[in-house]
């Protein structure tokens, strides 16, 4: 069973940054497919970003977070970096680390970023 652990959230001024981490464990196999969601109150999960290769060489953005956010792969087996600057108060949200591995999704618990204004 694989699980992962997200980490790295907290609360930041509007353009400040932060840097989440998510680990995966529990499995031999590699993760190719490992992407972030956000969940802010009283909206659906969205898509952040994501990483489709092991070496991070495939990022693919939403919309609101290009030129902001930068997803990367550590150098660790199974781990997943976003770094986050010049944060909104609309990026107020619950982070969600998601992998993909053998067509099953696994979700994290999640971590809370909170920009205050």
């Known amino acids: 069973q694989v699980q992962l652990v997200e980490s790295g959230g907290g609360l930041v001024q509007a353009g400040g940054s932060l840097r989440l981490s998510c680990a995966a464990s529990?499995?031999?196999?590699?993760?190719?497919?490992m992407d972030w969601y956000r969940q802010a109150p009283g909206k659906q999960r969205e898509l952040v970003a994501g990483?489709?290769?092991?070496?991070?060489?495939?990022?693919y953005y939403a919309d609101f977070v290009q030129g902001r956010f930068t997803i990367s792969r550590g150098n660790a087996k199974n781990t997943v970096y976003l770094q986050m600057n010049s944060l909104k108060p609309e990026d107020t949200a619950v982070y969600y680390c998601?992998?993909?591995?053998?067509?099953?999704?696994?979700w994290g618990q999640g971590t809370q970023v909170t920009v205050s204004s």
């Open positions: 990483v489709t290769s092991t070496d991070g060489n495939s990022p």
């Open positions: 529990g499995t031999i196999f590699t993760i190719n497919f």
């Open positions: 998601k992998a993909m591995l053998f067509g099953r999704d696994y």
